[in-house]
């Protein structure tokens, strides 16, 4: 099992304490997310150990402060990336 595909869906806004986990998953559910994410023109950042770490919080929840340093560069990045396609 340690092989399957994990994926999880976090959403942040301004007011929120901590990013939340919206969706996780192993496998065909992780497929699931990825694809969803694909259809809605979702970023995909793909970081295996922070997918590993994130389908272990239950969905509805806020990531554990151990992960805010790495899930912080992954939200500027995506943000940064938002900011280079609507500018062209």
């Known amino acids: 099992m340690a092989n399957r595909k994990r994926a999880a869906a976090l959403k942040y806004e301004l007011n929120y304490e901590a990013p939340i986990v919206t ?3 192993i496998g065909a559910i992780a497929d699931n997310i990825i694809n969803k994410a694909m259809e809605n023109d979702v970023p995909i950042v793909e970081n ?18 151990e992960l805010y340093e790495v899930v912080a560069q992954i939200i500027a990045y995506v943000v940064d ?8």
């Open 23 to 25: 969706a996780a998953g």
């Open 81 to 88: 990336m938002d900011k280079l396609t609507k500018g062209r």
């Open 48 to 65: 295996k150990e922070l997918a590993d770490l994130l389908t272990k919080v239950d969905v509805g929840e806020s990531i554990p402060t």
